[in-house]
């Protein structure tokens, strides 16, 4: 009859239906347990692996940074070694990273004695930038040791959202012929202590000032601070916390907020590194970006480091 037709071709219908969607997930899953395509292995993110080996192997005494890329793009390791006598490691990868996980993650590599120095980008104390986004969605699949498990509930209610896009990446066929290096954000791009290098003889790259900081001020971030001074103090460690090295225009679209996380960190027991005012850096000391600083500004911006260390040791 035309009815048993009809449902017959609907079944049909279903069943495909279901066959593609089933498919889709298959790819999916094959997509997450897929080993990092060979591009992927040339990034920024895979830096890590040689972070870490600094961080098990470089003998004390320690001097450790971490942050995002105003670290990597705003030191020079060599002034700290040369002028407090001590062996320094720069952490620092991305900021999409997430301070959580920076945190996280350093605390198995503490060695007694330890000085460790916190310099997160501001935006890190606003909303839920500290969880991460898809660079740390990489860093846990990609980058080895597989690190799930370490994850926090609050870390994937930010990054499960790049779940499919990471998947389906897998089968982007430049991910395996194009093996090419790309200037400063790549594996290579670090010198012995962390530090990005590529950068210091190249000419200052034209960049918009970042516009003003959106959202609440989140102190659960000052909590997690605290909580990460207390363990380091625990294993024979300290903390210091400083500001990142930013362009003048950036910190004025700001200015506020960046008040705001001065004064909040000034409430809590933290020992502080200068104020926000002091690390605000004109155009002529920037490269690419309003966080990444040029050769003549990462050696300003050391010495000032340096200093106010040094105040504390008086």
Do not use: C
């Not at 839920?128 to 980058?143: S, T």
């Not at 959202?161 to 012929?177: H, R, T, V």
């Amino acid at each position: 009859s035309i009815s048993s037709f009809k449902n017959l071709t609907m079944k049909k219908f279903i069943l495909r239906i279901l066959f593609f969607f089933f498919v889709l997930f298959l790819f999916f899953i094959l997509g997450l347990i897929l080993p990092a395509t060979p591009q992927a292995t040339k990034s920024i993110l895979f830096s890590k692996i040689a972070k870490d080996s600094l961080l098990k192997n470089v003998p004390s005494p320690r001097i450790i940074f971490i942050g995002g890329s105003n670290l990597n793009m705003g030191l020079n390791s060599q002034l700290i070694k040369d002028s407090l006598g001590l062996n320094p490691i720069n952490t620092s990868i991305t900021v999409n990273i997430g301070l959580i996980y920076m945190m996280d993650d350093m605390l198995k590599y503490i060695k007694k004695g330890d000085v460790v120095i916190a310099a997160p980008e501001y935006a890190q104390y606003y909303n839920k930038d500290a969880y991460g986004g898809e660079p740390l969605l990489r860093i846990i699949f990609d980058v080895p040791p597989f690190s799930m498990n370490e994850i926090r509930k609050e870390q994937w209610a930010n990054i499960y959202i790049y779940l499919i896009k990471y998947s389906y990446s897998k089968f982007i066929p430049m991910e395996y012929l194009n093996k090419k290096e790309y200037g400063n954000y790549t594996v290579n791009s670090f010198n012995k202590y962390g530090d990005t290098f590529t950068h210091w003889k190249l000419k200052k790259i034209n960049f918009l000032p970042f516009n003003s900081i959106e959202g609440n001020f989140n102190h659960s971030i000052i909590i997690e601070l605290l909580k990460f001074k207390k363990k380091l103090q625990e294993k024979g460690a300290i903390l210091y916390v400083t500001f990142p090295g930013y362009q003048a225009a950036s910190f004025e679209n700001s200015r506020t907020q960046i008040m705001r996380v001065e004064a909040e960190l000034n409430k809590k027991d933290f020992f502080l590194l200068g104020k926000p005012n002091r690390y605000k850096f004109p155009d002529s000391l920037m490269f690419d970006t309003p966080y990444h600083l040029s050769k003549e500004g990462l050696d300003l911006r050391t010495q000032m480091l340096i200093e106010d260390l040094k105040k504390f040791s008086k």
